[in-house]
């Protein structure tokens, strides 16, 4: 044997999967979906008795996390359907660059660079508005399937003053 090190290169996750199954009689308003590839929060669940050898069927409406889309889905309510981890993590704003982007901190401490500015007009302006006072931002990133959005700005309270 030899004492050198072994030292391996892993871009790849702990092999956890971006979605979990769940039956679609269980999936209530409110609760996560994903319809056509896309995580999506649950608005409007209808179910309807079908005939004697038929299935009961689920209709949902949902509204896609990140763009806002509205989907619909219809699936027997036995069936499973595919449910998104959805993560809500907070960071602290440190600066909005030129090109769209935002550097934020994270918990340990490292920066984080490769978060877009959020696309709603509303959230974009108190997000720079309060930058450009200089006011301590939290903001939220919601994140599922790979992909990661800002979805939230509220200012720390005792910021410099």
Same mark, same amino acid.
């Given at each position: 044997?030899?004492?050198?090190?072994?030292? #391996?290169?892993?871009?790849?996750?702990?092999?956890?999967?971006?979605?979990?199954?769940?039956?679609?009689?269980?999936? &209530?308003?409110?609760?996560?979906?994903?319809?056509? $590839? &896309?995580?999506?929060?649950?608005?409007?669940?209808?179910?309807?008795?079908?005939?004697?050898?038929?299935?009961?069927? @689920?209709? #949902?409406?949902?509204?896609?996390?990140?763009?806002?889309?509205? *989907?619909?889905?219809? %699936?027997?309510?036995?069936?499973? @359907?595919?449910?998104?981890?959805? $993560?809500?993590?907070?960071?602290?704003?440190?600066?909005?660059?030129?090109?769209?982007? %935002?550097?934020?901190?994270?918990?340990?401490?490292?920066?984080?660079?490769?978060? &877009? *500015?959020?696309?709603?007009?509303?959230?974009?302006?108190?997000?720079?508005?309060? #930058?450009?006072?200089?006011?301590?931002?939290?903001?939220?990133?919601?994140?599922?399937?790979?992909?990661?959005?800002?979805?939230?700005?509220?200012? %720390?309270?005792?910021? $410099?003053?």
């Amino acid at each position: 044997m030899s004492d050198e090190e072994h030292h #391996f290169e892993s871009k790849a996750d702990a092999g956890a999967s971006k979605t979990y199954p769940q039956q679609a009689g269980t999936i &209530r308003k409110g609760g996560y979906l994903v319809i056509k $590839n &896309r995580p999506c929060k649950v608005v409007e669940v209808s179910t309807s008795k079908t005939g004697k050898h038929g299935h009961a069927k @689920c209709h #949902f409406v949902a509204i896609d996390i990140f763009n806002s889309k509205k *989907l619909e889905d219809i %699936v027997p309510s036995s069936h499973n @359907c595919d449910v998104p981890h959805v $993560n809500r993590l907070d960071f602290q704003l440190i600066d909005i660059s030129e090109d769209g982007f %935002v550097s934020l901190l994270t918990d340990s401490g490292d920066t984080k660079d490769d978060l &877009r *500015l959020p696309t709603d007009d509303a959230l974009l302006k108190q997000l720079k508005d309060g #930058f450009a006072e200089g006011k301590d931002l939290v903001v939220s990133v919601m994140a599922s399937m790979g992909e990661e959005q800002i979805c939230a700005v509220k200012e %720390v309270a005792g910021g $410099n003053k």
